[in-house]
């Protein structure tokens, strides 16, 4: 399948020779409800009953004093305390301050929806907030090890091949730019006779990566069956729990719930795109420090194409 590629370099990797890791800083940034949730089992009966009246009355707490969540929740102020700590919080204020953080953020980013007297401005905060909102949502719940136990296997592939429609074939055409530079012999279906014929010619060395906003496309579930069939590894990046997860080999799970209405923006494209670049900079990280001599002829083989400044 020729595709028209823009070659231009689609991310910077700095690969140290000495020890072959990728630099990084990783970020456990949490709401404090979540955290709550995180650290209820470890808590005493009495902290059990603050956490338990704060996640059902998180909106009335904000605005209590001390004594006032004490009587409400049938504990004394020191169980408060104790709350508190337990949740990475030095006191009754500063978890005041990052539960009303929550909810600013519950409020003012959530769902939104552009009305009709919305201005241009309004437009692009909503759509801007919303989709940065999501991609926190998609970095928090998605499992390193997916990510990992995936790049493992297309580093190896001998065909990797990435099916989708509609939208997610948007995102295959995105990755096949990047895998396509990684000398993996790389193609994009986005048409399911396409798929059906392509699928009947793999074997247990070949891996397809289906992509599906829904995870319940039809004839994205027949490729991705017919595939394993004749032996292809299968991964997904779909919703938990979805028909195109379950039947995947290595699912990677992208759980964004997406509204219909017209002006709603498709933030699960742009979610798609992250884990595209993670999965493509892994295993660019596998290659080791001499693959980036490649990466640099490719970069220099396209100069010449690009007008002077």
Request: with cysteine; hydrophobic share 40%.
């Given at each position: ?33 979540a ?26 707490v ?80 998605l ?96 919703p ?23 002006f ?39 100069r ?6």
């Open positions: 399948m020729l595709v028209e590629q823009d070659l231009e370099p689609c991310y910077t990797l700095t690969i140290s020779k000495m020890d072959n890791t990728v630099s990084n800083s990783t970020s456990t940034s949490h709401g404090i409800l955290t709550i949730e995180q650290f209820r089992s470890s808590m005493r009966k009495s902290e059990v009953k603050v956490a338990d009246y704060v996640i059902a009355n998180s909106s009335s904000i605005h209590m004093r001390i004594v006032d969540l004490a009587q409400e929740a049938l504990v004394s102020e020191p169980t408060i305390v104790r709350f508190c700590r337990a949740i990475q919080c030095n006191g009754f204020q500063e978890f005041k301050v990052k539960l009303a953080q929550d909810l600013a953020v519950a409020n003012s980013i959530g769902q939104f929806a552009i009305v009709e007297d919305d201005s241009i401005a309004d437009i692009c905060e909503k759509v801007a907030d919303t989709t940065i909102q999501r991609l926190h949502e998609v970095k928090d719940q499992l390193p090890h997916q990510v990992a136990k995936a790049s493992s296997v297309i580093s190896q592939a001998r065909r990797l091949e990435f099916y989708g429609f509609g939208a997610s074939a948007a995102v295959a055409t995105d990755a096949l730019h990047k895998f396509f530079r990684l000398q993996i012999a790389t193609a994009t279906y986005s048409d399911p006779h396409m798929q059906s014929m392509s699928a009947v010619t793999l074997n247990e060395q070949d891996v397809v990566v289906a992509i599906s906003q829904s995870g319940r496309t039809k004839d994205l579930l027949h490729s991705v069956k017919l595939a394993q069939t004749y032996g292809a590894t299968v991964i997904s990046m779909s938990e729990g979805t028909p195109i997860s379950l039947a995947a080999d290595i699912p990677i799970y992208i759980n964004i719930e997406e509204d219909t209405d017209q709603t923006p498709m933030t699960s494209r742009i979610a798609h795109l992250m884990v595209i670049d993670m999965l493509a900079i892994a295993v660019t990280q596998r290659r080791g420090p001499d693959f980036i001599q490649h990466l640099d002829a490719i970069k220099q083989s396209i010449s194409l690009k007008l002077e400044n």
